[in-house]
């Protein structure tokens, strides 16, 4: 279960993450600058997962899943980076996936400010308004339960 209070201070989060936003010039918003971006994330992506996957390489929902990644070369249960997902042995569920293609979408409005705009946003999935966005319970960061109150 989330901790007490953690709704508001979600909230809070998204609402700080829409301040941010109409500060960022619209013209590197979900435009062709952001596409380059983000087509330049996935080129990233697809590197490293090459480089580093020994499992199953495919395409999901929109996704490269690079499957058997070293634990050292992703964050938490998985990274996407662009339209790549990194993650370890585990078979990705079809929620799991449908949280990371919400960040495929991030990292095409954002483009290369994606990294650094996650990077301010905070590791506290609970506060981070990218995972908020993405769907906490689909990142499996709350239970679904607690997400629909």
Avoid: K
């Amino acid at each position: 279960m989330p901790p007490a209070g953690w709704r508001q201070r979600a909230d809070a989060a998204v609402a700080r993450g829409a301040a941010v936003d109409r500060l960022i010039p619209r013209m590197l918003l979900d435009s062709p600058i952001s596409e380059f971006g983000a087509r330049a994330g996935t080129a990233f992506g697809f590197v490293w997962g090459t480089l580093w996957s020994t499992g199953r390489v495919e395409r999901r929902q929109g996704l490269w899943v690079f499957r058997g990644m070293p634990e050292w070369t992703f964050g938490r249960g998985g990274v996407c980076v662009g339209s790549c997902f990194l993650t370890g042995d585990r078979e990705p569920s079809e929620r799991i996936l449908t949280h990371e293609a919400v960040h495929a979408r991030q990292w095409r409005r954002y483009g290369l400010l994606m990294p650094l705009l996650y990077l301010i946003a905070g590791r506290d999935p609970l506060r981070n308004r990218f995972e908020i966005d993405a769907g906490l319970a689909d990142g499996n960061y709350i239970p679904r339960r607690a997400e629909s109150r």
